[in-house]
């Protein structure tokens, strides 16, 4: 068996602390990019899904609501001849506020049973119109899936630079900062 040199001593601890610095740059970077994932604006898209659902569940609520204030209508068809009667019917706004006092959401409910295609246009024109922060941001649908592989990778890491710790404190070595 060989004995090692102190210069081959000084070479290994060398080699140990470089390799050490690159696993902590490696772990910056990659922990820089998961806080860039993590708090990326959102993609134009998702806001268009968001809104999209938003208008479809207005417009659903809607036509529930219109479908009850026709009812006594068809039910008893002598009372369309009562302008009060018909004209109710498209009061449903007021109908559904509390108080009956109209709210942005019984206007925004209105819209979407009334205009549902219009309404998700212009919205779709507002969003494409926008400043939007660079860089966009990833698709919801694929954010949490960079952010699981982006922790593995920063797990891994830090579990073979513990690992590498370890080793060298068993030894007796102090690799430092």
């Known amino acids: 068996m060989e004995i090692p040199t102190l210069n081959s001593i000084k070479a290994a601890l060398t080699g140990l602390k470089t390799d050490q610095r690159k696993r902590r740059t490696q772990l910056e970077a990659l922990r820089r990019e998961r806080d860039l994932v993590a708090t990326a604006p959102a993609a134009r898209a998702d806001i268009k899904v968001a809104m999209r659902s938003y ?21 008893k068809p002598s009372m369309l001849t009562d302008a009060e009667r018909v004209a109710g019917v498209f009061g449903l706004v007021a109908a559904t506020a509390p108080q009956g006092n109209p709210t942005p959401r ?3 409910m209105v819209l979407s049973g009334l205009a549902a295609e219009l309404t998700v246009a212009a919205i779709d024109r507002a969003v494409d119109a926008m400043t939007w922060p660079a ?5 919801m649908a694929e954010r949490a899936a960079e952010l699981a592989r982006l922790d593995g990778l920063i797990s891994k890491l830090e579990a073979e630079e513990e690992a590498v710790a370890a080793q060298a404190r068993d030894a007796g070595l102090m690799l430092g900062d």
């Open 55 to 75: 208008v479809d569940a207005g417009g659903e609520r809607y036509s529930v609501l219109l479908q009850r204030a026709l009812a006594p209508l068809v039910a």
């Open 106 to 108: 019984g206007f925004d």
């Open 135 to 139: 860089p966009e941001g990833l698709p």
